[in-house]
């Protein structure tokens, strides 16, 4: 049985703004999907909390996440 933190990871390359944890939230809820609409999300809610919290949050996410494998090297 797979767990949340084994499916989800931080996206790296050019999908990646920062540290790449919510363009890997946001691959993982639906891949189709433009991870600006959960940045402005993330934003939004960053002002209106205060800023600490959803800062601190992002930060331990990026520990806990893993990087995404490179799908392009082939036999690593």
């Known amino acids: 049985m797979k ?3 084994d499916r989800v990871r931080r996206v790296k ?3 990646a703004k920062f540290l790449g944890v919510i363009g890997g939230i946001s691959k ?3 891949p189709e999907m433009d991870p600006f609409i959960l940045r402005f ?3 939004l809610l960053t ?3 205060g800023g600490f919290i959803m800062v601190l949050l992002y930060f ?3 520990l806990v996440l893993q ?3 490179d799908e392009t090297k082939e036999g690593i």
């Open 3 to 5: 767990v949340l933190y």
């Open 13 to 15: 390359g050019k999908e």
């Open 28 to 30: 993982y809820l639906n």
């Open 41 to 43: 999300i993330y934003v």
């Open 47 to 49: 002002i209106f909390s």
């Open 60 to 62: 331990i996410t990026a």
């Open 67 to 69: 990087v995404e494998k």
